[in-house]
């Protein structure tokens, strides 16, 4: 295990995740216009968009495939094959001008796929590259790299779709793909105990998964927290377009957005420098009390230069509740079941946003937007309330190692 926090696999392991997020940037923004350039439709776009996230639903399958083989395989190898399939699309739309519908939305599967694995297995590698006491700094230093990249990349992207074509930024992002693969040969990583897990089938791996967090009420909580995180904020995503369309418009949502990004950076970097001296527990309550703050104050601050106050307290209290609740995670979770742990988290957190967007699309637009941002505020103080109880309710957190009814403290 390594003895201190900068080492040479977790800077390789920075870098490779700052390239890699801006290339995911680029694209983000390339594969919506190339898509919207061939159709002209916005209901094309989300067709695309959700054959990537769609595999999502099988998260935790990929996760407990990733607890059977070391951890460098589903990394290395979803990183390649998203690399080429991106290559694939961004070079048939340079050669060609258009690439059929139908081959886009087949890549968005395979790369959605790919990334099933490859979600689960980045979590469970950062507990290998760092030492256990400085994994809260280590993962605020990867929250803040990330977010920094991909913003940069927010404001690359539509300036190199613009001046050249969406097929290049695609390009680039396949190219950051094999960049990070090759860089993840360097990255050294503790081979882990697979014990018995080769013998079980994958889904009884689900399974004993699932009975691991039933042992704790801290960890089952976990991935609610992140279902929510993402539920409360399909209101802001759906209605603040809406409520700016008369005023500041597109470029005011576009600075909300970079207020928002600059709050996450603020709190990454606050959390990387506080490190092992955060209370985790008590930095989740404080976060989701922020989000629940912020919520309310679009009820009558929902147009710039308030707004832009308020995309920076969201994205402070974003950082705050993710990045505890993945350290929480990566500490309280035996390395063998990392994958499936933090596949489920993945996978529910996923849900939060299109469920509720599904549940908003018809009575949006029947009721007023401040109903909706009171309902969420309201909702998300409730699970601060919720997670404090259950903190209060397990002070001695199970020791996940041993059979149950050990312990140890927390």
Not at 223 to 248: D, E, F
Request: hydrophobic share 55%; glycine share 12%; with cysteine.
């Amino acid at each position: 295990m390594p003895t201190h926090l900068w080492n040479r696999s977790f800077v390789i392991w920075l870098l490779g995740t700052a390239q890699s997020q801006l290339g995911s940037a680029l694209a983000g923004i390339a594969l919506s216009f190339l898509v919207l350039h061939q159709t002209g439709s916005a209901g094309q776009m989300a067709l695309t968009l959700a054959c990537a996230l769609a595999p999502n639903l099988l998260m935790p399958l990929a996760g407990a495939l990733v607890d059977r083989v070391h951890l460098k395989v589903p990394l290395i190898g979803a990183d390649v094959a998203r690399g080429l399939l991106q290559f694939t699309v961004g070079g048939l739309a340079l050669a060609w001008g258009e690439v059929p519908l139908w081959l886009v939305n087949g890549a968005a599967v395979l790369t959605g796929l790919a990334g099933i694995f490859a979600g689960p297995a980045s979590s469970a590698a950062v507990p290998g590259l760092v030492p256990e006491q400085e994994l809260t700094r280590a993962n605020g230093l990867i929250g803040g790299v990330g977010q920094g990249a991909w913003l940069l990349g927010t404001l690359l992207g539509g300036a190199l779709v613009t001046a050249f074509s969406p097929a290049l930024a695609i390009v680039l992002d396949g190219a950051s793909f094999l960049v990070m693969a090759v860089l993840l040969l360097l990255v050294q990583l503790p081979r882990r105990e697979l014990k018995t897990e080769r013998v079980e089938s994958v889904l009884g791996s689900v399974a004993s998964g699932l009975r691991l967090m039933r042992r704790s009420r801290v960890l089952l909580f976990l991935p609610l927290i992140a279902l929510l995180l993402n539920a409360s904020l399909a209101p802001v995503q759906v209605l603040l377009p809406k409520l700016l369309l008369g005023g500041a418009g597109a470029q005011g949502y576009g600075q909300y957005l970079a207020a928002e990004s600059a709050g996450m950076l603020v709190a990454s970097a606050l959390l990387a420098l506080i490190g092992p001296r955060l209370p985790l527990r008590r930095t989740v309550a404080l976060g989701l009390v922020v989000l629940g703050s912020s919520l309310f104050l679009l009820i009558g601050f929902a147009a710039p230069p308030a707004l832009l106050g308020i995309g920076v307290l969201m994205g402070l209290a974003m950082a705050l509740v993710n990045t505890p609740v993945i350290t929480l995670m990566q500490q309280l979770v035996p390395p063998a079941f990392l994958g499936r742990t933090f596949s489920v988290l993945g996978m529910v957190a996923t849900l939060g946003m299109p469920l509720t967007l599904l549940a908003l699309s018809p009575v949006v637009d029947r009721f007023p937007a401040a109903l909706f941002f009171m309902v969420a505020g309201g909702m998300t103080v409730l699970m601060a309330l919720a997670w404090t109880w259950v903190v209060l309710s397990e002070r001695k957190l199970p020791d996940l190692e041993t059979e149950p009814g050990g312990f140890r403290a927390g």
